[in-house]
């Protein structure tokens, strides 16, 4: 399953006013909510700051996938956000998170959760596509490039 299947501008934050990772999760959680993709916030937030007690999910390059399993979805579950000044997520390479992609996946369906990351991670290569991504300045510029 492509990302561009996932997505819509209602779940594209670009600009996101959070500074911190908690704020970050809870920002991009609430669009979920707003988009009426999610509903129980309260259980969602505990199980991604616990996935991020494991592990940061700050990658390289300015890319962070905060990433849950939940049985409050029912199939994968994305929203995207932007902070072009980058907010520290304790990622990989040290450097600032630019590109936020929030994952929720049920606990028995890995499958399309492991294709959107391996895709993320395929597009991490494209220095030129993560650099137009964090510049898009709204959510339809977000999903024009994505269906590119």
Not at 29 to 52: F, P, T
Not at 91 to 97: G, L, R
């Amino acid at each position: 399953m492509a990302i561009i299947d996932l997505i819509s501008p209602e779940v594209i934050k670009v600009g996101l006013a959070a500074k911190d990772k908690p704020s970050v999760l809870r920002e991009l959680l609430q669009i979920l909510i707003d988009a009426g993709r999610v509903i129980d916030r309260d259980e969602i937030l505990e199980a991604l700051l616990k996935r991020e007690e494991l592990q940061s999910t700050g990658l390289e390059a300015g890319i962070a996938v905060p990433h849950a399993k939940t049985r409050t979805v029912s199939s994968l579950t994305l929203a995207i956000g932007t902070a072009p000044d980058g907010v520290d997520f304790d990622a990989i390479d040290h450097q600032p998170s630019r590109l936020f992609f929030l994952m929720l996946a049920p606990p028995d369906k890995s499958g399309p959760h492991i294709e959107a990351l391996a895709e993320i991670a395929r597009m991490s290569k494209s220095r030129s596509f993560i650099a137009a991504l964090i510049g898009a300045k709204t959510a339809k510029e977000v999903m024009e490039l994505f269906g590119e």
